[in-house]
C-alpha cells in the first residue's frame, strides 16, 4: 500500500556517497527537463503534488533503478499524457523518424 | 474541522494507508509526537494530488522520540504534519 | 547516479518533447533555456552563508531568523522565491546541547530558491531512508561524531516548509568579519552533516 518512494526508515541501504564539487547538474538534459517542468507547475499544466503523485506510481523496480532525473522524465511524460498535452506516441517518440521505439531503448 | 493544536499537545498521527499520494511518511504512522509549531495553513497534499483545490487547514512540526517510531535510537525526529493526520491525546507532563 | 542508463536517449527525449511543447505554444521558445539561466544564477549556498555569518555576529537578527526566517532574509535581500511560490524557511540552530540534520524523506524538498540545487546524496535513496533511523552513522560517514551527550533531532521536510540548519560558530573566529565567517560555511553544514 505504502508507495516506493516512502522509504524513510528502511533498512538495507549503501552507504551515503558524496560527490566532490558536484556540478548542479550533471547532464545538459537533467536542467532542461528541471526547468521543464518549473514552467509546466507555473503553467498550471499540473501542480507539485501532482508531479509528485507521479513519480510515486513509478513500479517500484522501476524508481529504484532510475536515477532522481530519470524518475522526473518518467512523471512529467506520465503528466503530459494524462493532462491531454501531448500523445503517448509523441511522449515515447525521439526524432519524428523513429516514433516507434522497442522497450530495448527503455 | 476539529480545534487546532497548540505547542506541547501530544497527538497520534493517523493509521490509515491510503492508496495514494499521501504526506504522512509510513515510519510515523500511529505513532505519538508532541506539537512543536505551527507551520502555516495548506490545503491538504492529498486533495492537491488529485487536482482538488482543498480547504486550507493547519499544518504542524510534529517531534517524536526515535524510539517510539523505530524502537531504538536516542534521537527525535520532527515531521511536518497537516491537522487531518493527528488526532489529540492532551497535553504533554514536561 | 546518471551513468549507468542510456543518457544520450533521454537527452533525445527530452529536446524532443521540449520542441514539441513549444511547437503546441505550451511554453515560448527560447523559455527554459532562460529558465535554466534563472536556475543557476538564483540560489546558491552562499546565501546560506550569509545568513549564518549575519547570525553568527547578530544576536537580535539570529532570534528573528529563529522566529520568522523569510522576514529575517528579506534584511540580506533573500528570499524563498517571493511572491506566489514563496515557500516557508524553517531555520534550526545547533546548539552545545542539540544538533540538527534535515532530509526530506518522501521526495527530495530543499530551499531551492535559496540556495540552489541540493546535493544528489541529499536526494539519495540512502541518505533518505537512513537519517531519519540512524543519524549517528550517517554522521560518522560524513566524519561527523558528536558527544554522546548531544541530542540530534532530524526534520523531515515533509510539507510546506524548508529547512535550513544554523551550523554554532567554530572556536578561535573572534576575529574574523562576516565575509571571512561566510567563507567557513559549507553547503553541508547548511543541511546538517557537516558542523559548519
Redesign the interface.
Known amino acids: 500500500?505504502?508507495?516506493i518512494?516512502?522509504?524513510?526508515?528502511?533498512?538495507g541501504?549503501?552507504?551515503?556517497?558524496?560527490?566532490p564539487d558536484?556540478p548542479?547538474?550533471?547532464?545538459?538534459?537533467?536542467?532542461?527537463?528541471?526547468?521543464?517542468n518549473?514552467?509546466?507547475i507555473?503553467?498550471g499544466?499540473y501542480?507539485?503534488?501532482?508531479f509528485?503523485?507521479a513519480?510515486?506510481r513509478m513500479p517500484p523496480a522501476e524508481y529504484?533503478a532510475?536515477?532522481?532525473?530519470?524518475r522526473w522524465?518518467a512523471a512529467?511524460?506520465t503528466l503530459?499524457v494524462e493532462k491531454g498535452?501531448?500523445t503517448p506516441d509523441?511522449?515515447a517518440?525521439?526524432?519524428d523518424a523513429t516514433a516507434q521505439r522497442g522497450p530495448a531503448?527503455e | 474541522m476539529s480545534e487546532s493544536f497548540s505547542p506541547g499537545d501530544r497527538v497520534r498521527t493517523r493509521t490509515l494507508d491510503p492508496a495514494g499520494h499521501t504526506r504522512l511518511p509510513r515510519y510515523a504512522r500511529g505513532a505519538v509526537g508532541e506539537i512543536v509549531e505551527r507551520a502555516g495553513d495548506h490545503p491538504l497534499a492529498e486533495d492537491r494530488a488529485r487536482g482538488l483545490p482543498g480547504e486550507p487547514q493547519p499544518v504542524y512540526h510534529v517531534r517524536f522520540r526515535a524510539g517510539d517510531l523505530f524502537g531504538s535510537g536516542d534521537h527525535a525526529v520532527t515531521v511536518e504534519l497537516w491537522q487531518d493526520y493527528l488526532e489529540p491525546l492532551g497535553t504533554a507532563a514536561r | 547516479m546518471s551513468g549507468h542508463h542510456p543518457s544520450a536517449a533521454i537527452a533525445e527525449r527530452v529536446r524532443h518533447i521540449e520542441s514539441l511543447l513549444e511547437r503546441h505554444g505550451v511554453i515560448a521558445p527560447g523559455e527554459v533555456d532562460r529558465r535554466i539561466d534563472d536556475l543557476l544564477a538564483g540560489g546558491t549556498p552562499l546565501n546560506g552563508a550569509r545568513i549564518v555569518a549575519r547570525a553568527w555576529t547578530d544576536p537580535a537578527f539570529r532570534e528573528r531568523l529563529l522566529t520568522d526566517a523569510n522576514s529575517a532574509i528579506r534584511e540580506l535581500a533573500l528570499s524563498m522565491g517571493g511572491g506566489a511560490s514563496e515557500l516557508r524557511l524553517k531555520v534550526v540552530a545547533n546548539t552545545a546541547e542539540e544538533h540538527h540534520v534535515v532530509v526530506c524523506t518522501l521526495c527530495s524538498c530543499y530551499p531551492t530558491a535559496l540556495l540552489g540545487p541540493s546535493p544528489s546524496w541529499y536526494k539519495s535513496d540512502a541518505y533518505r531512508a537512513r537519517v531519519v533511523r540512524d543519524p549517528r552513522g550517517i554522521l560518522a560517514e560524513f566524519g561527523v561524531d558528536l558527544p554522546a551527550d548531544v541530542r540530534i533531532t532530524v526534520w523531515d521536510a515533509s510539507a510546506e516548509s524548508r529547512y535550513m540548519v544554523l551550523p554554532r560558530r567554530p572556536e578561535g573566529t573572534d576575529g574574523l568579519d562576516e565575509a571571512e565567517l561566510a567563507a567557513l560555511v559549507t553547503r553541508t553544514g547548511l543541511i546538517g552533516t557537516a558542523l559548519v
Open positions: 500500500m505504502s508507495r518512494n516512502d522509504i524513510g526508515g528502511m533498512v541501504f549503501s552507504a551515503v556517497v558524496v560527490e558536484e548542479p547538474f550533471h547532464a545538459d538534459w537533467e536542467a532542461h527537463l528541471h526547468a521543464l518549473a514552467l509546466l507555473r503553467q499544466v501542480n507539485r503534488d501532482e509528485r503523485d513519480i510515486e529504484l532510475a536515477s532522481y532525473y530519470e522524465f512529467v511524460s503530459l498535452v501531448l509523441e511522449v517518440g525521439g526524432q531503448d
